[in-house]
Nanobody
Framework: QVQLVESGGGLVQVGGSLRLSCAAS?????MGWFRQAPGKEREVVAV????????FYGDSVKGRFTISRDSAKNSVYLQMNSLKPEDTAVYYC???????????????????WGQGTQVTVSS
């Protein structure tokens, strides 16, 4: 069983930046970030393939967020810039144990989840 440990959430003002980190205890395939705001479904933010060569970003974060990966450290990162109040949510790191998942955008494609880290953007 792979464990995911997240860090980097917090409170930031509109237009500010945060960097999320997630370390996995073992090897995984696709990794990424999802978020869930109160009363809403969990949605994909950004995902990255095992090699790092394939990326996917949700429409609402394109051009503002950047996902990266260090496979040697089994880690994934999310650099979030130009943050908006609507980015406020609990952010979850996710990892897939399936070779067939390259850049999965559905939570059902991911087998391991972090505990979640709160990101709050204040106006």
């Amino acid at each position: 069983q792979v464990q995911l440990v997240e860090s980097g959430g917090g409170l930031v003002q509109v237009g500010g930046s945060l960097r999320l980190s997630c370390a996995a205890s073992g090897r995984t395939y696709a990794m990424g970030w999802f978020r869930q705001a109160p009363g809403k479904e969990r949605e994909v933010v950004a995902v990255i393939s095992r090699s790092g060569g394939s990326l996917f970003y949700g429409d609402s974060v394109k051009g503002r967020f950047t996902i990266s990966r260090d496979s040697a450290k089994n880690s994934v990162y999310l650099q979030m810039n130009s943050l908006k109040p609507e980015d406020t949510a609990v952010y979850y790191c996710a990892a897939s144990a399936r070779l067939t998942v390259v850049v999965g955008t559905s939570p059902r494609e991911y087998d391991y989840w972090g505990q979640g880290t709160q990101v709050t953007v204040s106006s």
